[in-house]
C-alpha cells in the first residue's frame, strides 16, 4: 500500500485515536475521564461537556458491554453497507455508546445482551478504500 493509500485510510477510520488493539487481538474503546466532575465521555473530547475544563484524561473501557437499544437501518449513507444495525451499549465505566452491531440477526438481539468491541469495515469508498471504525459482536453464550 503507497503512503497516499494509507494516509487515505486514516482519514477515512471513523473511530481515529477512540479504537485501540491489544496485544492479544482484541480491541477497547478509548473514552476520556474529567479530572475535575469525573465525567466520562465517549467519544474523546478535549473540553468536558458537563463543567467545560480541558483537564481530560483518557480511559480505557471494559471488553465487553450491555446492549442497551437497537435498529435496523435500511438506508445508509453513500457507500456503506445496507441494511445494518444500529445500537447502543452500556459500559460499566458509566458510558453509552452508539455503534453498528455485526454479524448477528435482528431477530436474535435482546435487552442486555453482553457484547464486544470489533473492528469492521461499515463500507468502502468508490475508489475501493475500505471504511472501517468500531462496531459490536455478540458474545456467544456458552452452554
Request: glycine share 6%.
Amino acid at each position: 500500500m503507497t503512503e497516499q493509500a494509507d494516509d487515505l485510510k486514516q482519514v477515512l477510520n471513523i473511530a481515529g485515536d477512540a479504537l485501540v488493539e491489544k496485544p492479544d487481538g482484541t480491541n477497547r474503546l478509548i473514552a476520556v475521564e474529567c479530572c475535575d466532575c469525573s465525567e466520562r465521555v465517549f467519544p474523546p473530547v478535549a473540553v468536558c461537556p458537563e463543567c467545560m475544563s480541558e483537564n481530560m484524561t483518557k480511559i480505557e473501557l471494559s471488553g465487553i458491554g450491555k446492549l442497551y437499544s437497537w435498529s435496523v437501518v435500511r438506508i445508509a449513507p453513500a457507500n456503506w453497507k445496507a441494511p445494518f444495525i444500529a445500537g447502543y451499549v452500556d459500559f460499566p465505566e458509566g458510558v453509552r455508546v452508539f455503534a453498528h452491531m455485526v454479524d448477528i440477526d435482528p431477530d436474535e438481539l435482546s435487552f442486555d445482551m453482553p457484547v464486544s468491541v470489533c473492528r469492521s469495515v461499515l463500507g468502502v469508498e468508490s475508489n475501493g478504500t475500505e471504511i472501517e471504525s468500531y462496531s459490536f459482536l455478540p458474545i456467544a453464550e456458552k452452554n
